[in-house]
């Protein structure tokens, strides 16, 4: 097991669509305990493949819920049927999210209120539940980085032109940057 470093924004992996998973074998095991390692030492409540390098469709988390899911998993080849979104503008207090690839930023973005999630675990047995309130906001935000879009991509105007100017700020949006959690300041 191995923390790995987290890619950010401009990286290409994080900007096309992942791969299918083909085989449940050792190696999908030891990427997944890899990405369990990374997350940890991330502080995050979630972490997709591509955000390691990796363009396979497999995502883990780590949050506890209210929706009689384990509090800790990994998903494989999700599928995910969503509520309708609100039409409503996002709120500032409630409606923020972050992304280790996008760090120590934040912006709101409206979500589905409920998901229904079906894949696999890492054994390659299926598993299917819905996750509502913020637990059904990670199995979407992470979902999304399986399909080549992060958050950021999905803010309306206002929020997108100040999420424009912070990369620009940072210097983002080009290949080959990443962070290393445990050693490089924590973002958030």
Not at 138 to 150: A, F, T
Not at 174 to 186: A, E, I, N, R, S
Request: charged residues 25%; negative net charge; contains cysteine.
């Amino acid at each position: 097991m191995a923390v790995r470093p987290i890619t950010i924004w401009g990286e290409p992996v994080l900007h096309r669509r992942a791969s299918e998973v083909t085989e449940f074998d050792d190696a999908l095991r030891a990427l997944i305990e890899d990405m369990h390692e990374t997350n940890e030492a991330a502080h995050g409540v979630g972490l997709a493949a591509p955000q390691i390098g990796v363009g396979l469709r497999v995502f883990v988390y780590k949050f506890t819920n209210d929706d009689g899911v384990p509090p800790r998993g990994s998903i494989v080849n999700p599928r995910l049927t969503l509520s309708k979104v609100p039409g409503a503008a996002p709120d500032p207090e409630e409606d923020e999210e972050g992304c280790l690839s996008f760090p120590g930023e934040g912006y709101p973005l409206q979500r589905a209120d409920w998901v229904k999630v079906e894949g696999f675990d890492g054994e390659g047995q299926p598993l299917e539940f819905v996750a509502t309130g913020w637990f059904g906001r990670v199995m979407q935000h992470e979902y999304d980085h399986l399909d080549g879009k992060l958050y950021v991509d999905r803010l309306i105007d206002r929020y997108a032109k100040k999420a424009r100017r912070a990369a620009r700020k940072h210097g983002w949006g080009v290949p080959g940057l990443t962070w290393m959690p445990g050693v490089d300041p924590d973002p958030f």
